[in-house]
């Protein structure tokens, strides 16, 4: 199987795992794992490393709408390096505190690749899941499209300072909180726009029309060396971490003016389909 396959078949037997996070008494929790081979670049430092796999739990925690409140690691390498594991627990202490969350620790494992699998918890009473979207809704993300993309191109051209940097991003959890009174429903952007899309109107059971220019970062026009580049990178790439919502067309201009963040609308939410200016958009993106 595939991954996606696997996905829906781990949905099927457990319906509370479709969404980004599940969702027990009030509180929602997520895990995820990272290994150096698939998610961390030649010249990621152990601090970027941590940020970003504690941000990728916490990112989770953002679409569902909840406020964030701890995160763990299983931190897992070959050996033990003094300076690389502080420099780890500083990056995933600092993505915690710029949530207002809380690293409190994990676990430590041999392991012959490095290797991190985290967890996030979150708070709220009204959790926004995948499945609320209507037609006629907006079809919004905030932020930009293809940082991560970006990141990988500096990696592999040596730019190891300006890649570190993309890496690091900020997980949305202040713009799920506001959103989450407005949007009908909503999940993160890791698997990229298209497939994000495409998961949630699935779990809507309708379609989608969206239609560019996409808020595509700049950091992919440095990178790209063509238009067809540029498109696939924003687009399809993922790993952005950005919130992918539906909102009711009524209550887009004051999310917007909710929002801590920039939130661009990207499109509107049909009976059936996924188009991009008027194309079929296909069900393709990040893959572990």
């Given at each position: 199987?595939?991954?996606?396959?696997?996905?829906?078949?781990?949905?099927?037997?457990?319906?509370a795992?479709?969404?980004?996070?599940?969702v027990?008494?009030?509180?929602?929790?997520?895990?995820?794992?990272?290994?150096?081979?698939?998610?961390?670049?030649?010249?990621?430092?152990?601090?970027?490393?941590?940020w970003?796999?504690?941000?990728?739990?916490?990112?989770?925690?953002?679409?569902?709408g909840?406020?964030?409140?701890?995160?763990?690691?299983v931190?897992?390498?070959?050996?033990?390096?003094?300076?690389?594991?502080s420099?780890?627990?500083?990056?995933?202490?600092?993505?915690?505190?710029?949530?207002?969350?809380?690293?409190?620790?994990?676990?430590?494992?041999?392991?012959?690749?490095?290797?991190?699998?985290?967890t996030?918890?979150?708070?709220t009473?009204d959790?926004?899941?995948?499945?609320?979207?209507?037609?006629g809704?907006?079809?919004?993300?905030?932020?930009?499209?293809?940082?991560?993309?970006?990141?990988?191109?500096?990696?592999?051209?040596?730019?190891?300072?300006?890649?570190?940097?993309?890496?690091?991003?900020?997980?949305?959890?202040?713009?799920?909180?506001?959103?989450?009174?407005?949007?009908?429903?909503?999940?993160?952007?890791?698997?990229?726009?298209?497939?994000?899309?495409?998961?949630l109107?699935?779990?809507?059971?309708?379609?989608?029309?969206?239609?560019?220019?996409?808020?595509?970062?700049?950091?992919?026009d440095?990178?790209?060396?063509?238009?067809?580049?540029?498109?696939?990178?924003?687009?399809?790439?993922g790993?952005?971490?950005?919130?992918?919502?539906?909102?009711?067309?009524?209550?887009f201009?004051?999310?917007?003016g909710?929002v801590?963040?920039?939130?661009?609308?990207?499109?509107?939410?049909?009976?059936?389909?996924?188009?991009?200016?008027?194309?079929?958009?296909?069900?393709?993106?990040?893959?572990?």
């Amino acid at each position: 199987m595939d991954e996606q396959t696997a996905l829906r078949l781990v949905g099927q037997r457990l319906p509370a795992a479709s969404d980004d996070c599940a969702v027990l008494d009030g509180q929602v929790i997520t895990t995820d794992m990272l290994h150096e081979r698939t998610d961390f670049p030649a010249g990621t430092t152990r601090y970027t490393a941590g940020w970003r796999a504690v941000g990728a739990s916490l990112s989770d925690v953002a679409a569902m709408g909840a406020a964030a409140t701890a995160a763990v690691a299983v931190y897992a390498a070959p050996e033990f390096d003094e300076t690389e594991l502080s420099a780890f627990l500083d990056g995933a202490t600092a993505v915690c505190a710029a949530v207002g969350a809380e690293y409190v620790g994990g676990d430590l494992d041999g392991h012959s690749e490095f290797t991190v699998a985290t967890t996030a918890l979150g708070e709220t009473d009204d959790p926004v899941r995948r499945s609320g979207a209507d037609p006629g809704d907006a079809l919004c993300v905030t932020g930009t499209l293809g940082r991560t993309a970006a990141a990988i191109r500096l990696f592999e051209r040596g730019d190891h300072e300006a890649a570190n940097a993309l890496f690091q991003f900020t997980p949305r959890v202040a713009a799920g909180r506001a959103l989450a009174p407005y949007a009908s429903a909503m999940l993160d952007s890791s698997d990229g726009l298209a497939r994000s899309v495409h998961q949630l109107v699935g779990a809507s059971d309708c379609g989608a029309a969206l239609a560019g220019p996409l808020p595509v970062d700049d950091r992919v026009d440095e990178v790209a060396e063509s238009a067809e580049e540029r498109h696939e990178l924003g687009v399809f790439f993922g790993e952005d971490f950005e919130l992918v919502a539906a909102v009711p067309e009524d209550d887009f201009e004051s999310a917007r003016g909710a929002v801590p963040c920039s939130l661009h609308r990207v499109g509107t939410v049909t009976d059936s389909g996924v188009t991009l200016d008027g194309d079929p958009l296909s069900d393709r993106g990040y893959s572990h």
